[in-house]
């Protein structure tokens, strides 16, 4: 093992690592502007991803996965984050294949799995999860999204915002109410196929302070009839308790999405104070630059030792909620710090959209709100002291 891999990355993850790369290098930077442009990723950047196994990577060879496990996933979007695509399908690839595609293996039943598993293995289905309303976000309990009993299924009544994936998705599963219980009592999870539901509308593209690729909307369901078969669980109110038992997976890709993020902003400074001059001499070569950058490759490596050592825990069945909280809180705390200090070396050229940097600024800030916004980590890290 070399000393810059992780720890839990083996010889087969260092391959999948290549590959990656070297597909995303060919296939996909080459058209990041133009996403970033569109404000959406071309569906035919799906169907290449599922070609080249790049979908639903820790989904059993059964339903047409790859069989692996989360660590494959979790290469995967490093890999797209390094390449500077976490902002559009690194996103929505986390979204599909490391979010919904695992609430459906985990809970959903058998004809679900062998429904929907392989056609989004393949990139034909695209997957969204609606749980953000206007007036619920962190607060899940809030919910105010209801699927009323009727016969042979459900009426889905209700609106959902900031919902990644939102234009593009075929199979969005809606955080609903179910029942009458109040709180997180009568959540359930459910699946809308957007095709043919009559009712269901998609809102405006949002346009967003960063993230430009990754399409995000509001969706509108009208009395939507969801049948039966499309609630994910046995029996229905169990969708809290579902959420909350994937997300200490999510806050985790959350956490090695900001890592990478620090780790290219480090670089791509330090590349740039090399070839920059100011008063005759590279601007690295000032004390200021220099104490700079070892403060933001000092945070870097702690984050990148902190989120490789839960990786490990993660991928052995021992990463509690709170843990993974901590991780989540504090790297992205810290990636917007280390960008920031980063961005500021690079002058008035930081400020250009063109740059790398810039991009990278501008998409950080919304890590500190998804996947639970900071000040319910801390609510989270607070119930454990």
């Known amino acids: 093992m070399s000393p810059s891999r992780s720890p839990w990355i083996d010889d087969e993850l260092a391959m999948l690592q290549d590959h990656v790369a070297r597909f995303v290098a060919r296939e996909f930077v080459p058209h990041a502007d133009r996403w970033r442009q569109a404000r959406q990723v071309d569906r035919a950047a799906w169907l290449k991803a599922g070609e080249a196994g790049l979908l639903c990577a820790s989904i059993p060879e059964a339903y047409g996965g790859g069989g692996g496990t989360l660590a494959h996933e979790a290469v995967i979007h490093q890999e797209l984050t390094r390449a500077g695509l976490a902002g559009g399908f690194g996103a929505g690839n986390s979204v599909s294949s490391a979010i919904v595609a695992h609430y459906i293996l985990a809970y959903g039943t058998e004809g679900q799995k062998q429904r929907w598993l392989p056609r989004m293995a393949r990139g034909e289905l695209v997957g969204a999860i609606a749980m953000t309303e206007p007036d619920a976000g962190s607060d899940l309990q809030g919910v105010r999204t209801t699927a009323r009993p009727v016969d042979g299924g459900y009426r889905l009544n209700g609106q959902k915002t900031f919902i990644s994936n939102g234009q593009t998705a075929d199979l969005i599963v809606v955080v609903a109410r179910t029942g009458d219980e109040p709180g997180a009592k009568g959540l359930s999870l459910v699946a809308v196929e957007a095709a043919g539901a009559d009712g269901f509308r998609r809102g405006r593209k949002l346009e967003k302070l960063g993230m ?26 169990l969708g809290f308790g579902q959420l909350m038992h994937q997300l200490a997976w999510e806050r985790m890709i959350i956490a090695l999405d900001a890592t990478v993020n620090m780790e290219r902003a480090v670089q ?11 008063f005759g001499k590279a601007l690295i070569a000032f004390q200021n630059t220099e104490f700079v950058l070892a403060d933001a490759k000092t945070e870097a490596t702690v984050a990148r030792t902190l989120v490789d050592a839960l990786m490990v825990r993660l991928l052995a069945g021992d990463l509690d909620a709170a843990t993974a909280a901590m991780a989540k809180l504090w790297t992205t705390e810290t990636q917007c710090k280390v960008i920031d200090a980063c961005q500021q070396l690079f002058g008035g050229y930081g400020y250009m959209a063109e740059y790398p940097i810039a991009q990278l600024y501008a998409d950080a800030r919304v890590s500190r709100v998804y996947g639970g916004a900071s000040e319910v980590m801390k609510l989270i890290i607070a119930r454990t002291l």
Do not use: C, W
């Open 212 to 237: 430009h690729a990754q399409d995000t909307s509001e969706l509108f369901f009208d009395d939507v009839f969801v049948p039966a078969a499309n609630l994910i669980g046995e029996t229905p109110g």
């Open 268 to 278: 791509l400074t330090v590349d740039y104070a090399r070839e920059r001059k100011m």
